[in-house]
């Protein structure tokens, strides 16, 4: 049997969630999806909380390897990459994704699958009038330019499953408490500045900017291997 013919991902607005239930509703849903199941993006804010990636290295809690962190959680999970924190003021969509599927460019494989996930926010970022970059070898997005250039703004960890299937996805700091960047090694990087779009003198509502990058995934993701250009502002 072929597999279907992507259509757009479902967007589900999940609200503030707590991310251990959420972790476990993502693994579920990837167990139980069929050839047919929908993809799907889910916009979440959660409550402070460290999460480990499945290689991760302990160190990078500067406080030690205990748990909690200053009183936040840590959770280990099954996604790529190092330590990260997720609170409130910050945008995070999971993408439940099936690889496999036909698109108009083909089927995508993870590293476009990444690239195409950068993009988005490099473009919704432009949209604010912020100049968003990669950096080889270090997923997520960066100051381009500016006092502020290489300060990370948006991280990125996945898993995608043999096959085909992700889930976990992406977070964009907006307007939160960035304290607890200082407690740990940002995705493994000693002295990695992190920033939101508040300190870049960005005043936006969260669901704003959650509405922005949800669309602006599935835009990419259906775009069958090209680039959109960055949308411009006034």
């Not at 579920?28 to 993809?39: H, I, L």
């Not at 977070?171 to 960035?178: E, F, I, T």
Request: aromatic share 6%.
């Amino acid at each position: 049997m072929s597999t279907p013919r992507a259509t757009t991902a479902l967007i589900r607005h999940l609200g503030l969630a707590d991310y251990e239930p959420t972790f476990a509703a993502m693994r579920a849903f990837t167990d139980a999806r069929g050839v047919g199941t929908r993809d799907e993006l889910w916009i979440v804010e959660h409550p402070p909380v460290f999460t480990l990636g499945l290689a991760a290295d302990r160190g990078h809690l500067l406080s030690g390897a205990g748990v909690p962190v200053h009183g936040v959680p840590v959770v280990q999970t099954d996604r790529g990459g190092e330590v990260t924190f997720h609170g409130p003021g910050q945008v995070v969509i999971y993408l439940l994704m099936d690889l496999r599927r036909n698109k108009p460019g083909g089927k995508l494989y993870a590293r476009q699958f990444v690239h195409k996930i950068e993009q988005a926010i490099i473009n919704v970022l432009a949209a604010y009038n912020l100049a968003g970059e990669r950096v080889e070898g270090a997923p997520g997005i960066y100051i381009a330019d500016g006092p502020r250039k290489g300060a990370k703004i948006a991280a990125l960890g996945l898993k995608v499953r043999g096959n085909g299937c992700t889930y976990h996805g992406v977070s964009l700091n907006v307007a939160m408490d960035l304290a607890p960047f200082s407690w740990i090694n940002p995705c493994g990087y000693s002295g990695l500045k992190t920033v939101d779009m508040r300190s870049m003198g960005v005043d936006a509502a969260l669901a704003d900017v959650q509405q922005a990058l949800a669309q602006e995934l599935n835009v990419q993701l259906e775009a069958g291997g090209a680039v959109r250009p960055a949308a411009a502002t006034e």
